[in-house]
């Protein structure tokens, strides 16, 4: 071997042994370093000709199990998921409270019968009057402010799912830049170890966010997409887009998140029409639509179904009964309803007017299997009955029955065993004549209606219609434009539309407008976006009178509270009985009835058939086992979403320990190459110092 040779061979030894020191030295500073992957130092023997020509490096290699790494990513996505899903669960449960407690809901409905108990054992107390008033109107506010806090989380959700796509954009961009220096790194014979550890930090970040698919493309460089195959970064990257709305109601439509692709010479981003939302599989994004489009909902839907229960069974009895003394007149609710619509009631109701003592003035009995077809003919029946005593009135959808002399009073009553029902309700509460009950929507939207009966809306309205899956994200549209003459037609138009592919559409028995999903689509939501539609002199749009979509079911729970002729006057809660066998001069009405105020407070133990809501499946329950069902529902909703997220976590931790055993740093084995390496680095100045001095001798010979 030449000295020439041995100096080569040297300056290699050295060259190589101090890259592998500096790696040593890099592993060892990032022992700590959460994630970090240890580096190796790949060498081969340069070959020149026949002739060994030293050392190289061929590589710095990151210590990993591909197959661990994926599999962390997968639990990373996980716990992000469950970790934001279990932290609102605990701001729901920190809302609710616990059963037990009187400030809970199931508290507030008990002081409501607890003041009802002593209502009627004292009706004539101004005192028990204005305390069951108070409890009524104190549960409406915790209820209602429940169903605001709901929505403010909602709100939040949105919020943080704004922050989460803009890291994401963060992110990407920060590969997008790395991969092509990895690649150029690679293809030169560079070392981009730091390089793809900086990247890796990067990929763990993003895969707590979103699930990801990692794909290699060679020369160490990357593809990322998501798991279902929506594209991050590859040759080009893609961005997200989400505008998040300034306030969060029942109502609101949330934006989907979009996908766009960016022209990489001028920056420009494509308008695109891929969404992301339906796409996700898990990660923290994952857990914030979820919770922004379907936990939080059903939750605001249970308690809507809560309150709509506790507003019906109140106004149910309370129709049924009178205020002593009676009042000049009732006026009911804005149904919707045509004088020239089918009245489409059976059995029979009292109409009765009574002076200020409670004594008989006028009465009708209406048959309205015999007075004719129309709340028209109703009327006419009624106010001839009443023969000027009294008017019976439909004006813009609105009833109302007023006495003819200001001291006279008005009541409607049902006949026991033949009671009038449209749509199981009686005439004054189906037309919400003496409700003591009110909220921003009607507690039902049993319309009574057929599919036979004139619709009433105007010629060429419009409703925009969407139609989304159980996770919030859209399956159709359709624009329903007002056409024919017959609420069937209605029907043939939506089942004619884009939507009857996911769905079927009838009327129930009780005239409510029902969209069945087809076999293997799941749950399904009806969405309103825009109307125009107006049902004649009544103005109300279709959606307001079928309350289409779940914002009027939620929305039951806002603005609860006594209704306001009573609340200013609690002298008219009706906590009497009509006598119907009195003659007129003869007493109707009792003082000291109790009859109107023990049926209230017996409410208590009625059983209402509620309608599924969210996690909660229909159910025939008394109002207080309804709320301890809720109240159940979602303390098994967070127990659940806390043991995933602890399963998850424990998976997490337990891949992560497997993927730190095999690229962890392990000082000890850093410690014993450092000696290796460090002995190698001297051997190679050892050789390159006798080369020296074989060359020094040589010129002094010379």
Known sequence: MSISSIISNSLTGLFTNQAALRTISNNVANINTPGYARQIVRQEAIVNGTNSGGVRISGIQRIVDKFLVKAVYDANANTGRYKVENNFQGRIQAVLGRPDQNSSLSGRIGKVFTA??????????????????????????????????????????????????????????????????????????????????????????????????????????????????ILLVGASRNILQYSPPGAVTSSTPFPQITVHSVDSVTGVIRPSNTHLDGQLASGELKGLLTLRDKDLPEIALQLGSLAAGFTDELNRVHNQNVAV???????????????????????????????????????????????????GNAITAVNTGLAGAGTLALNNGVMSLTATAATDGVSISQVAGSESD?????????????????????????????????????????????????????????????????????????????????????????????????TGVGDITLHVKTDTTSRAATKMPISAFFGIGNSFRMDAAVGLKVSSVIDQNPARMALARFDQTAAVGGNALSVGDQSGAMALRDVETVVHNFAKAGGLNAASATLAQYSANLLANLGSRASLTDGKMQDSKTLSDELQRKSSDVSGVNLDEELANMVIFQNAYSASAKMLNTAKQMFDSILQIV
Do not use: C, W
Not at 191 to 212: C, F, H, N, V, Y
Not at 326 to 352: E, R
Not at 461 to 470: I, M
């Open 422 to 518: 449209r749509a199981g309700r009686g005439f004054s509460q189906f037309f919400g004549m003496n409700n003591l009950v009110e909220a921003n929507v009607a507690s039902n939207f049993d319309t009574g209606i057929v599919g036979t009966d004139a619709h009433g809306f105007t010629a060429g309205g419009v409703a925009q219609l969407e139609l989304n899956d159980k996770n919030g994200v859209k399956l159709s549209d359709y624009k329903l434009t007002i056409s024919g003459t017959t609420f069937n037609d209605i029907l043939t138009s939506l089942n004619s539309s884009s939507l009857s592919t996911f769905a079927t559409f009838s009327y129930s028995s009780a005239g409510q407008l029902i969209a069945t999903p087809k």
């Open 116 to 229: 009802m108990s002593g209502l009627a054992l004292n009706p004539q107390s101004t005192i028990q009057k204005e305390s069951s008033l108070t409890a009524i109107n104190q549960f409406g506010k915790v209820v209602g402010s429940l169903a605001q806090q709901i929505q403010n989380m909602r709100l939040d959700a949105s919020n943080q799912i704004s922050q989460k796509v803009n890291r994401i954009n963060i992110l990407t961009q920060e590969i997008e830049s790395i991969n092509p220096m990895i690649s150029r790194a690679t293809l030169t014979g560079g070392q981009p170890g730091s390089l793809l550890e900086k990247r890796a930090q990067t990929l763990t970040e993003l895969s707590k966010i979103i699930d990801l698919n990692i794909v290699d493309t060679g020369n160490n460089g990357i593809q990322v997409t998501t798991s279902s195959g």
């Open 325 to 375: 003394p009676a009042p000049n007149s009732l006026t009911g609710i804005n149904k919707g309803l045509l004088a020239t619509d089918n009245h489409n009631f059976t059995g029979k109701a009292v109409f009765a007017i009574t002076d200020a003592s409670g004594n008989l003035v006028k009465k009708v009995t209406i048959d309205f299997g015999t007075i004719g077809a129309t709340i």
